[in-house]
C-alpha cells in the first residue's frame, strides 16, 4: 500500500528515464516543485525544447548505473525491458522511483496536483480510472480558485494570536474551529454573490 505524503523536493536531484509524452509531464511536474531535473533519454518530445534551460539532457540510452546519484527516479520509456531493468536497479539501490508503465509496482504514485492560492491538494486512483482523478481535481481546483488568496495568511496570523493567548487550551480550539468557520462562511457569501451576478 502506498502512504499518502507531501515530499520536500526543493534541489532534490531527479531522474527522468524517457523523453516521450509521460516522461515530459512528469519532468514539468518535479520542476513546478523546485527539484533539478536530468533527462536520459536518445529522442525528445519536441515540447522539450520549452524547458531544456532548466533541465539537464543526456541524449542516449540509459546505461546501469546512471541512477545511482538521484533522488528520486521517473522510469518512462516505450521499451517494458528497460523500464523493469530500471525499477529493479532502484529498488537495489534503495532509491524512490516513479513507474508510469506499471503502477502496481512502482515505490511512488506520481497523483493529480492542484496547487492554487498556497493550497495543494493531490489526488489519485492508483492508476485504476485517471479520468475520474481529473474530474476530481476539476472540483478541487474550482473550489479553491474561488478563495481569497490571502486566506490562508489570515488564518495563519490569527491561529499564531489565538495559540500565543492565556486562554485554556479547550477555549483556543474552538477559537481556531470558529476562525476557519468564518472564513469558509464569507467564502460562501461571495461565492454565492457571484452566482446572483
Do not use: W
Not at 502512504?3 to 531522474?15: M, S, W
Not at 542516449?60 to 523493469?84: C, H, M, P
Not at 516513479?98 to 497523483?111: F, G, R, T, W
Amino acid at each position: 500500500m502506498h502512504l499518502p505524503i507531501h515530499v520536500n523536493f526543493e534541489d532534490k536531484q531527479c531522474l527522468v528515464v524517457g523523453g516521450g509524452k509521460i516522461g515530459l509531464k512528469r519532468c514539468q511536474k518535479l520542476l513546478d516543485f523546485g527539484a533539478k531535473v536530468t533527462v536520459i533519454s536518445p529522442e525528445l518530445k519536441e515540447k522539450f525544447k520549452n524547458i531544456d534551460n532548466k533541465v539537464t539532457f543526456v541524449k542516449r540510452e540509459y546505461r546501469k548505473g546512471d541512477l545511482s546519484d538521484f533522488f528520486f527516479v521517473v522510469i518512462a520509456t516505450d521499451n517494458s525491458e528497460v523500464n523493469q531493468a530500471v525499477a529493479a536497479e532502484a529498488r537495489e539501490a534503495a532509491i524512490l522511483y516513479n513507474l508510469a508503465d506499471n503502477p502496481d509496482k512502482e515505490s511512488v504514485i506520481m497523483p493529480g496536483i492542484v496547487s492554487e492560492n498556497g493550497f495543494v491538494a493531490s489526488i489519485t486512483t492508483g492508476g485504476a480510472s485517471p479520468i475520474l482523478t481529473k474530474n476530481l481535481l476539476k472540483e478541487i481546483k474550482a473550489l479553491i480558485t474561488g478563495m481569497d488568496a490571502d486566506i490562508l495568511k489570515k488564518l495563519s496570523a490569527e491561529r499564531e494570536q489565538i495559540l500565543a493567548s492565556d486562554v485554556k487550551s479547550a477555549k483556543k480550539k474552538k477559537l481556531l474551529k470558529q476562525s476557519v468557520a468564518d472564513a469558509l462562511n464569507n467564502l460562501k457569501g461571495k461565492n454565492g454573490k457571484k452566482k446572483k451576478h
